[in-house]
Nanobody
Framework: QLQLVESGGGLVQAGSSLKLSCAASGRTNNPYVAAWFRQAQGKERELVATINANMQATYYADSVKGRFTISRDNTKNTVFLQMNSLKPEDTAVYYC??????????????????WGQGTQVTVSS
């Protein structure tokens, strides 16, 4: 089992930056792939970025490519999402997700077994 807790959300103006954190606890000695999803009001949850356990592979949604960076510190069991040049359309609840696996990453919401409670990001124009 993994427990995930997100932090770092808030209200910012367009063009600003935010850094989200996802702290993991539980069976953190087992390698796991991690991801950030987001869900805007009235829309389905979508993948933002994912990173595999050994940090050798990442994937970004086209909408955030070049603006967001996913990273992780396995010594601190924490995954980060650095968000730059934020736009109003980035407004959503951001969720951290994880799945035990070593080398691959996963793109579908249904692939992930563990989820955080979410953190709100609001970008004003």
């Amino acid at each position: 089992q993994l427990q995930l807790v997100e932090s770092g959300g808030g209200l910012v103006q367009a063009g600003s930056s935010l850094k989200l954190s996802c702290a993991a606890s539980g069976r953190t000695n087992n390698p796991y792939v991690a991801a950030w999803f987001r869900q805007a009001q009235g829309k389905e949850r979508e993948l933002v970025a994912t990173i595999n356990a050994n940090m050798q592979a990442t994937y970004y949604a086209d909408s955030v490519k070049g603006r967001f960076t996913i990273s992780r510190d396995n010594t601190k069991n924490t995954v980060f999402l650095q968000m730059n040049s934020l736009k109003p359309e980035d407004t959503a609840v951001y969720y951290c997700a994880a799945k035990f696996h070593t080398y691959a990453y996963y793109l579908r919401e249904s692939d992930y077994d563990y989820w955080g409670q979410g953190t709100q990001v609001t970008v004003s124009s």
